[in-house]
């Protein structure tokens, strides 16, 4: 059974720094890497698909990188502002089709 | 329509009473996924629609769940005899497909239930 985890669970840094937010999954044989982001209250926004033959995607200020052999996904937020504080989760997707997700890092920044 | 539409967006009910959530997804999108939100908590699987296939139940916690579809379209997941332990959020996603690995995952904006 899939297990995805999320280091850290919380993340409160000041305005402008730069972030990395981490995905590790147990089994490899995935077929794509979705990283999302949660505002309260909210449903989820997709951020960046990675598929399982890509090493990595990029979108504004944000990277996201995977190393299927390693279990590992990294999610790069570049010049942290304001506006980025949300929950942000990540979801596998392998042989049941059925994506399993983190349980998020929930961050702030602060002016 | 632009996106997956939920309904409704907050439904309060009284234990023992039954309720039924939409989900509307993407045009075109032949998955459809369930999932269950609690407070503080992670994303549960529910149920997954594939097309005409048989849809896969395996998360449905207990026989009071259940979910139909019908062909590529709206989505209903009803909830009998209603206990306080349903108050959660209840997420609907859509993809282009489930089987195929480029299928991005786009969710609704969910529907929260609370069970008094």
């Known amino acids: 059974k899939q297990e995805v985890t999320q280091i850290p669970a919380a993340l409160s840094v000041p305005e402008g720094e730069n972030l990395v937010l981490n995905c590790s999954f147990t089994?490899?044989?995935?077929?794509?890497l979705q990283w999302f982001r949660q505002d309260p209250g909210k449903g989820l926004t997709s951020l960046l698909l990675i598929q399982s033959s890509q090493r990595e995607q990029t979108s504004g200020r944000l990277n996201a990188s995977l190393d299927k052999s390693s279990g590992r996904s990294t999610l790069y937020i570049a010049a942290s502002q304001p506006g980025d504080s949300a929950t942000y989760l990540c979801a596998v997707k392998g042989g049941s089709y059925i994506p399993t997700f983190g349980r998020g890092t929930s961050l702030i920044v602060h002016p | 329509g632009a996106g997956v539409s939920q309904s409704p967006s907050n439904k309060v009910t009284e234990k023992g009473k039954d309720v039924e959530l939409r989900c509307d997804p993407i045009s075109g999108h032949t998955a459809l996924y369930w999932y269950r939100q609690r407070l503080g908590q992670g994303l549960e699987f529910l149920i997954y629609f594939q097309g005409n296939s048989a849809p896969d139940k395996s998360g449905l916690p207990s026989d009071r769940f259940s979910a139909e579809r019908t062909g590529e379209s709206v989505s209903t997941l009803t909830i009998q005899r209603t206990q306080q332990e349903d108050s959660a959020v209840y997420l609907c996603a859509s993809s282009s497909s489930g089987t195929d690995y480029t299928g991005e995952l786009f969710f609704g904006e969910g529907s929260r239930l609370t069970v008094l």
């Open positions: 089994d490899s044989a995935i077929y794509n």
